[in-house]
């Protein structure tokens, strides 16, 4: 069954710096989501990927896609406070029951 | 507003008791789930129905039973609670097939005392 990995599961860093998280997934997945959830609120959808070499980028968030290498990446430049925030990926095995795996979620705090 | 939305958003209970949550969505979608949280974070599918049949049953005891009377709700009832039923429980929804995200709604903070 897949499996999905985040690495690191927290991550604290300095208002203005670039840092990227990790999300290896170990068998095929046909989509990788990136979800963004703030304290005690809501999961809200940042990214879809579907495809090798898919790039998406919102605002100060990149993430993209590589199928070969089993890995997906969400980058974060010049980050500030407003990011602070725990970010998932979740991939989802082929087929139309949209069961997602889900990662451990990476908890990120921005600090001045 | 078009949303997911559960009710009710905290419920504080005792061992033993019954109680139910609820889920509504407006955005037409053929597909709705539930979901467990727990304190650290992990998500867990529990259920999912398409179109009013399940078509995910995860392996959750069977004091946990969801029911959905059409496409736009999905309930969940919960027998007699236990310690460890303690989470946050979030109701989703989304089109049937295709790629588009999952939308979540606020969830409900279950508390077993």
């Known amino acids: 069954e897949l499996k999905v990995e985040q690495n690191p599961l927290f991550l604290s860093m300095q208002e203005g710096k670039n840092y990227t998280i990790y999300c290896n997934y170990s068998?095929?997945?046909?989509?990788l989501y990136w979800y963004r959830q703030d304290p005690g609120k809501s999961l809200e959808s940042l990214f879809v990927?579907?495809?090798n070499g898919a790039v998406k980028q919102e605002g100060r968030l990149m993430a993209s896609l590589d199928t070969k290498a089993r890995l997906s990446t969400l980058h974060i430049t010049a980050a500030v406070h407003d990011l602070s925030a725990t970010y998932f990926c979740?991939?989802?095995?082929?087929?139309?029951?949209?069961?997602?795996?889900w990662g451990l979620g990476t908890s990120l705090a921005v600090n001045p | 507003d078009t949303a997911v939305s559960q009710t009710p958003k905290y419920l504080v209970t005792q061992m033993g008791n019954d109680k139910s949550i609820k889920c509504e969505q407006n955005?037409?979608?053929?597909?709705m789930y539930w979901y467990k949280q727990d304190s650290k974070k992990f998500l867990k599918i529990m259920f999912s129905?398409?179109?009013?049949?399940?078509?995910i049953n995860e392996t959750v005891p069977n004091r946990f039973s969801p029911k959905s009377p059409d496409k736009a709700h999905l309930n969940l009832h919960i027998n007699s609670l236990e310690l460890g039923d303690s989470a946050v429980y979030f109701c989703?929804?989304?089109?049937?097939?295709?790629?588009?995200?999952?939308?979540f709604g606020n969830g409900t903070r279950l508390t077993v005392t």
């Open positions: 979740a991939g989802s095995n082929a087929g139309n029951n949209r069961k997602l795996i």
């Open positions: 955005l037409g979608h053929d597909t």
């Open positions: 129905y398409n179109n009013k049949e399940l078509i």
């Open positions: 990927l579907l495809s």
């Open positions: 068998t095929t997945s046909d989509r």
């Open positions: 989703a929804s989304s089109p049937w097939g295709g790629n588009s995200p999952l939308h």
